[in-house]
């Protein structure tokens, strides 16, 4: 069964330095999502892809994190510097074509990056 | 913005004990998926639903959604140990143009003692 990759599951990193997220959808899912689940709270969405393109990074706060599905496929998510209140678990997910109109369609999850920053 | 309340927030039963989570929107709901997390892992879904009145059954789980009452219901029976973790309700809302995303609830939070 096809699933969607994150690499890596966990990392710890001090305050000030970079970290970058990557996932790898389901193959043939045109869109991607990134978002950012605190202790104790539902995955909040942090930026919507259709293929490549950005179609929602309202939430995602710029200054320091940056997305990029470049080629359509994967993606990668980095935070630059890190602080202390990213501390979090991002989830990768992906869905197909229509996920919306039903079908028994919907977003699927990646096993997500568990971020603890020092 | 649509807000999805869930209650309890969390939940200890008994082995075999029956259980019911809802979710309730602020909005209309026009589609409201069901998702499970096991502590520090992804989401894994278990069900959609799109119609009022609709019913879904998955082995010992049961979802319904009453979209007069903005509200979903997951009903468990006769829980095992393995329904223990975190089951979380998202609802379909507009991003932009033809695009939709999930808004999800906060999660409750099911252990299930042996």
């Known amino acids: 069964e096809a699933e969607v990759a994150q690499s890596p599951r966990y990392k710890i990193t001090e305050k000030s330095q970079a970290v970058a997220f990557w996932c790898d959808p389901i193959?043939?899912?045109?869109?991607l999502y990134w978002y950012r689940q605190i202790l104790g709270q539902g995955p909040e969405l942090l930026v919507q892809?259709?293929?490549?393109?950005?179609?929602?990074d309202s939430q995602l706060p710029k200054d320091r994190f940056s997305a990029e599905r470049l080629k359509g496929v994967d993606s990668t998510l980095k935070i630059q510097p890190a602080e202390l209140g990213d501390s979090a678990m991002y989830l990768c997910?992906?869905?197909?074509?229509?996920?919306?109109?039903?079908?028994?369609?919907?977003?699927?999850f990646g096993p997500g990056t568990r971020l603890l920053v020092l | 913005s649509q807000e999805l309340e869930q209650s309890p927030q969390s939940l200890i039963v008994q082995e075999g004990k029956n259980l019911t989570i809802n979710c309730t929107s602020s909005?209309?709901?026009?589609?409201l998926y069901w998702y499970k997390q096991k502590y520090g892992e992804g989401l894994i879904f278990l069900m959609m639903?799109?119609?009022?009145?609709e019913e879904k059954s998955h082995e010992k789980i049961t979802a319904k959604l009453d979209e007069k009452k903005q509200q979903s219901s997951l009903h468990i029976t006769a829980s095992q140990p393995s329904h223990a973790g975190i089951y979380l309700c998202?609802?379909?809302?507009?991003?932009?143009?033809?695009?939709?995303?999930?808004?999800f609830g906060k999660g409750t939070l099911l252990t299930v003692n042996p």
């Open positions: 997910a992906s869905s197909p074509e229509g996920w919306d109109r039903g079908f028994g369609e919907t977003q699927y």
């Open positions: 193959s043939g899912h045109a869109t």
């Open positions: 892809f259709q293929d490549e393109s950005v179609v929602d």
């Open positions: 909005k209309t709901l026009y589609g």
């Open positions: 639903l799109q119609k009022g009145g």
């Open positions: 998202g609802a379909k809302g507009d991003s932009g143009g033809s695009n939709y995303k999930l808004t």
